[in-house]
């Protein structure tokens, strides 16, 4: 199970950086354009997936108060992808740290944003985060196409275990 989830994790950082690529060529009209989706922009689909990242990884690290950090942060969108990229890498070091599958499968007691007190195995919490990555990734890709975009690159993870 802990190869598997590396394996994942790995993929994760790594499809988040080849569409981060492209998009830190959008100008700020591009990344706020107003596009119907889940989210109403591609800044806005960033940072949700981000802040969904970041708190799943303070969870993870049993943060007694974790911060959702797409609502405070006022920063660049480079940084913030900049930001986006140390996350995705935390999930690698977190998941290289668990010493076997037992501890991925310890159960932990969490609060969602409405704090709502949840109890989850740890490699379920981690399936989930890439599982959610991986389906706003795909809402980007439509997001830059609804914009023009014809050069993207290829996220599927075949592509990520073949390289």
């Known amino acids: 199970m802990k190869e598997l989830l590396l394996q994942m994790a790995r993929y994760n950082l790594w499809a988040n950086k080849r569409l981060i690529d492209v998009m830190l060529k959008l100008d700020e009209e591009e990344l706020d354009k107003e596009i119907v989706s889940s989210f109403s922009s591609i800044r806005s689909t960033v940072y949700h997936t981000w802040g969904a990242e970041f708190i799943w990884l303070q969870r993870l690290e049993l943060t007694e108060q974790p911060v959702w950090i797409a609502k405070t942060f006022k920063g660049t969108f480079d940084e913030a992808c900049g930001e986006w990229q140390r996350v995705s890498q935390a999930f690698i070091d977190f998941i290289e740290r668990q010493y076997d599958d037992k501890a991925l499968e310890h159960v932990f007691q969490y609060y969602n944003t409405e704090k709502k007190s949840f109890k989850s195995p740890v490699h379920e919490v ?38």
């Open 126 to 163: 981690l399936q989930h985060v890439f599982n959610h990555s991986t389906y706003h990734r795909g809402q980007l890709v439509t997001l830059l196409r609804q914009l023009g975009a014809d050069k993207l690159p290829q996220l599927d993870l075949i592509a990520f275990v073949r390289r």
